[in-house]
DNA sequence: AGCAATGGTGAAGCAATTGTGAAGCAGTTG
DNA sequence: CAACTGCTTCACAATTGCTTCACCATTGCT
């Protein structure tokens, strides 16, 4: 799917000009003109990309950073600070709250797509390796299969895509949430759907053998795919 | 969760203006129109940042500000004081008295909300780290997890609020009061909640190896976490 | 149309967690 | 030591959140 990018500058007319050449560069792109709408959207709709600019009515963009950062839902989105000021000193505050690259206006428009470019493919060298291994897991994502042990695994499209995500991120506690809006594209009604999934992969993830991939279950906050650990009385 | 701030000032227009102000920022605010209230609100309600003016009806900015630095539960509390005086000497006197910022009447909201958010960053910065460590304690915020000298505590979520909470300030005596109000937002009831709580966190800390972590009580004062130490009978 | 695989939903049933009263213990004081 | 106050712990009940089952809808294939 498309990569979804989140443009956020009070300029409207910048936004549109950015947002044109995103979309023809076959992005997805999603707007916000104030901080606030800025910082809403990219909890909504985790977004791959933020382009942010620091200056923007209701919050600021160093505020919209540091808070996107502070989330541990949200903090591996890369974000870049567009600012019109051309001090030094911002483009440090700006990196030390955590964005991930930094133009100053006015800027070159090529640049600019070079530069989502560029994080977009540091993002996909990270995820888009064909295969992921980890222990006695292997998953194929070109081929979406899944061995475990070497046997392969029957299993469906979507655990395939649970499985995938959560093999991405072993030890990592995903809530419901995150995983509803990272796979079926969004969610926050009430349902049972992903804890479904979850069961049926569980069931599927158990083969009786060596040191077991379970999914665990962090009451209240998510699941958390990870290796069996040895287990101590106390 | 967002910030509380409490704003103290006398000027009902001035505050709402504020107020207004901040919680567009994002942050919940709360209000006092004279000290002695804002001292009460300070105590009750623990707000993460305080903004006070100096003069006010009924107790003014300065005792406002010494007696909150005074009172062990509220002295971490970073205070913005607000004054109307231009002389050098009251900023001394205020900064002597603990307040943590300065700002003379008229001031620009910009630069307020800009202090504001350096206070609460700097708050941030302290706290949100990942991992407390101390001796063979080690805690996990992101995850949620504690480890006890390398091995896993099952832990339950209230009680590894209390603990987080308590380990952050180890060796400090934190009362029930104080507890209820960060953990559970307010607090005032007579309950054994608290009691119970730490009664099995202690037995989960009690691993019967190294030297000990525990949840010792202070009679009539409340309870502080520290390492086992020699005990001399005297 | 018929079939098989897959995905989503409500409901029933569990299990973990949390709060509360009561009984009892401990430290302090006179 | 007796009385008092405050702390600890137990057993239990209420609550909340998770798991799973049975079932229906949808899709893709024959």
């Given at each position: 799917m498309a990569e979804k990018i989140l443009i956020a500058d009070d300029e409207e007319s910048l936004v549109e000009f950015i947002g044109r050449a995103l979309k023809k560069q076959g992005f997805r792109v999603i707007t916000a003109y104030d901080g606030d709408n800025a910082l809403f959207l990219i909890?909504?709709?985790?977004?791959?990309?933020?382009?942010?600019?620091?200056?923007?009515?209701?919050?600021?963009?160093?505020?919209?950073?540091r808070r996107a950062k502070s989330d541990p839902a949200t903090k591996d989105i890369p974000i870049i600070m567009l600012t019109a000021r051309s001090s030094a000193e911002d483009a440090v505050q700006g990196l030390d709250l955590g964005a991930d690259d930094y133009m100053r206006?006015?800027?070159?428009?090529?640049?600019?797509l070079a530069r989502v470019r560029a994080l977009i493919r540091r993002k996909k060298g990270e995820e888009s390796v064909r295969t992921i291994e980890d222990g006695d897991l292997r998953i194929d994502r070109e081929e979406r299969e899944v061995f475990l042990r070497g046997v392969?695994?029957?299993?469906?499209?979507?655990?395939?895509?649970?499985?995938?995500?959560?093999?991405?991120?072993?030890?990592?506690?995903?809530?419901r949430e995150e995983i509803l809006k990272k796979i079926w594209g969004i969610g926050?009604?009430?349902?049972?759907?992903?804890?479904?999934?979850?069961?049926?992969l569980r069931k599927k993830l158990d083969d009786g053998k060596g040191p077991q991939l379970m999914i665990q279950t962090s009451r209240g906050r998510g699941y958390r795919l990870s290796w069996e650990e040895e287990q101590f009385d106390v």
């Amino acid at each position: 799917m498309a990569e979804k990018i989140l443009i956020a500058d009070d300029e409207e007319s910048l936004v549109e000009f950015i947002g044109r050449a995103l979309k023809k560069q076959g992005f997805r792109v999603i707007t916000a003109y104030d901080g606030d709408n800025a910082l809403f959207l990219i909890g909504e709709e985790l977004p791959d990309i933020v382009i942010l600019d620091l200056m923007m009515p209701l919050m600021d963009g160093w505020e919209v950073c540091r808070r996107a950062k502070s989330d541990p839902a949200t903090k591996d989105i890369p974000i870049i600070m567009l600012t019109a000021r051309s001090s030094a000193e911002d483009a440090v505050q700006g990196l030390d709250l955590g964005a991930d690259d930094y133009m100053r206006k006015p800027f070159s428009l090529d640049e600019l797509l070079a530069r989502v470019r560029a994080l977009i493919r540091r993002k996909k060298g990270e995820e888009s390796v064909r295969t992921i291994e980890d222990g006695d897991l292997r998953i194929d994502r070109e081929e979406r299969e899944v061995f475990l042990r070497g046997v392969p695994l029957d299993i469906s499209p979507m655990e395939f895509e649970i499985l995938e995500l959560m093999a991405g991120r072993i030890g990592r506690t995903l809530s419901r949430e995150e995983i509803l809006k990272k796979i079926w594209g969004i969610g926050g009604e009430d349902t049972r759907t992903v804890d479904v999934h979850i069961s049926r992969l569980r069931k599927k993830l158990d083969d009786g053998k060596g040191p077991q991939l379970m999914i665990q279950t962090s009451r209240g906050r998510g699941y958390r795919l990870s290796w069996e650990e040895e287990q101590f009385d106390v």
